[in-house]
């Protein structure tokens, strides 16, 4: 009896630790680490459960990748303004929901490199892009 | 490997169809011509029909070269897309060239046309065609969409939000595609703040979520997406892949003559790479203004007016982005400095640009004219 209690116990652990692995991202992972980017690879370790699942993955992914996707433009990409991710940034703290978690893993994140990936990957859930894009550009330079 | 069988068996089947018709010719009357696109069912002068029928591309000017664009006003929205209408448009190219040898043989005093010159220019035409089958064409969609990790969840709450907008957006455009394709097209939110749009080979579409969450966007959004279904329809991504490879390949004997002239002008082989890479560049432009001119009759199509119309392309050109490196032309120059210069151009020039903006407002202007005149002349 006691060994089934231990099972089901054991069931239930890895069934949430599996769950809150996000989806697709140990291949993410996987491809930075070949790719010589254990850096990068690293910054999604242990990701707190207030991070943005779905955004973990294409966050790292960009990071990771310089180079734009192939495929037929209208016109030349180009960035955005100082203005336009300034007015984000104002706008996402603006915003109740993303504030909050932007906060919290200032408040509880130390790794500075850490913070701003966790940063990047709020901003791009609440769809603030030019906001993440600057995160992710600031990242960059600092794993450099 | 798989290239040369391909390129060979298409060598072949011209051959064959231009002997076929170089023989027959002179038998046929004048309306040979007609009455042969009416059997195959051809539809190049009239838009609309079922995706049973042929679609026979009528080709009216061939080049020495496949990576030119020689419709680039659009004649029609829908590129052939199967062996048979690729065939069929080649049967029609033969027959009418077979026909044109006639009445110059007829009209020239001592025939200087050829008949042997028929199945060269019919595998010129061939070299305009799109040969890649469907299949292939999506499956190489797949895999570079399969590279693209910043697509919006159409699940996620934003993608709840803006996904409909788009969606609405294109069923829209595309029920004015009369003609018949085979394309499913797939349409993907980008999640960038910038107001740009993508389209991949086999019907992937992309468009930049800041074209969509700010419905003051919406105007240049619409002919984003006309431009890219034009890309898409026009198969402009694999027909630049088979017009380098059947390029570089057919150059073999001007390689020749310019191992030979390097003897005596070493500069020989920089104006050779860089007239090969001009034209690469040109092919490049020119299939975005085709898709322009496309987007431009297909917006036609979807607006209501002519004031509509021209809000989208205004709302479009008023965002163009400003010059790139390689848009301006190069200072002349002479001699070794002259050498120095292209080489420099070589190296530096994107190979891939796009059209400078005053191009694209005056071929714009050119099809926005032509579509007011065909709108009327339709009233």
Redesign the interface.
């Known amino acids: 009896m006691k060994r089934a209690a231990i099972a089901v116990l054991l069931f239930l652990v890895l069934s949430e630790a599996e769950a809150n692995e996000c989806v697709g991202l140990q291949k993410i992972r996987e491809s930075l680490m070949a790719a010589n980017k254990p850096r990068v690879a690293k910054l999604a370790e242990d990701t707190p459960e207030k991070v943005p699942c779905g955004s973990i993955g294409p966050v790292l992914s960009r990071l990771a990748r310089r180079e734009t996707t192939g495929g037929r433009r209208l016109e030349r990409d180009r960035p955005v303004s100082a203005a336009r991710v300034q007015a984000e940034m104002d706008a996402a703290h603006r915003d109740p929901e993303v504030r909050d978690l932007l906060e919290e893993v200032a408040r509880d994140t130390p790794d500075a490199n850490v913070r701003l990936f966790y940063e990047a990957a709020i901003l791009d859930d609440g769809g603030y892009y030019a906001a993440r894009d600057a995160k992710i550009d600031q990242l960059r330079k600092q794993l450099e | 490997m798989s290239h040369q069988i391909w390129r060979c068996s298409v060598a072949l089947v011209v051959l064959l169809l231009g002997i076929a018709f170089a023989v027959g010719a002179e038998e046929e009357k004048p309306s040979f011509f007609k009455s042969l696109r009416d059997r195959l069912g051809g539809q190049s002068d009239s838009p609309g029909g079922d995706a049973e029928s042929t679609n026979i591309k009528d080709i009216d000017k061939v080049s020495k070269y496949a990576a030119v664009v020689l419709d680039r006003e659009c004649p029609r929205l829908v590129q052939p897309y199967k062996l048979t209408d690729n065939f069929a448009s080649l049967t029609v190219f033969a027959a009418k060239e077979g026909f044109n040898t006639l009445t110059r043989m007829v009209m020239t005093p001592k025939g200087s046309a050829k008949a042997e010159r028929i199945p060269k220019a019919t595998k010129l035409a061939a070299n305009q065609l799109n040969w890649l089958p469907m299949a292939a064409e999506v499956r190489y969609g797949e895999h570079?969409h399969q590279?693209?990790?910043?697509t919006l969840?159409r699940e996620?709450r934003?993608g709840k939000r803006h996904y409909p907008t788009v969606d609405a957006m294109l069923q829209t455009m595309l029920s004015q595609v009369n003609e018949p394709h085979e394309y499913e097209f797939k349409l993907f939110i980008l999640?960038?703040?910038?107001r740009?749009?993508?389209?991949?080979p086999g019907g992937?579409l992309?468009i930049d979520?800041?074209l969509v969450?700010d419905p003051s966007a919406h105007l240049k959004a619409h002919f984003?997406l006309a431009?890219?279904i034009a890309?898409v329809l026009q198969r402009?991504?694999t027909k630049e892949l088979q017009s380098l490879v059947i390029d570089s390949a057919s150059s073999r004997d001007d390689l020749v003559k310019l191992m030979r002239g390097i003897r005596k002008d070493p500069g020989l082989i920089v104006s050779h790479v860089k007239m090969g890479k001009n034209r690469f560049t040109r092919h490049h432009i020119d299939?975005?203004l085709q898709?322009d001119s496309c987007a431009v009759r297909l917006l036609g199509r979807v607006l209501p007016d002519a004031q509509a119309l021209a809000d989208s392309l205004n709302a479009f050109l008023r965002d163009?982005?400003p010059p790139?490196p390689g848009e301006a032309p190069a200072t002349a120059a002479t001699g070794a400095g002259a050498l120095g210069a292209t080489i420099q151009d070589i190296v530096d020039s994107p190979i891939k640009?796009?059209p400078t903006s005053d191009e694209r407002f005056k071929n714009l202007r050119t099809i926005y004219e032509d579509v007011l005149r065909h709108k009327a002349a339709a009233r």
């Open positions: 570079l590279e693209e990790t910043n969840d996620s934003l999640k960038n703040a910038t740009n749009a993508v389209a991949r992937f992309y979520q800041g969450d984003a431009h890219e890309h402009h991504e299939q975005e898709s163009l982005p790139e640009r796009h």
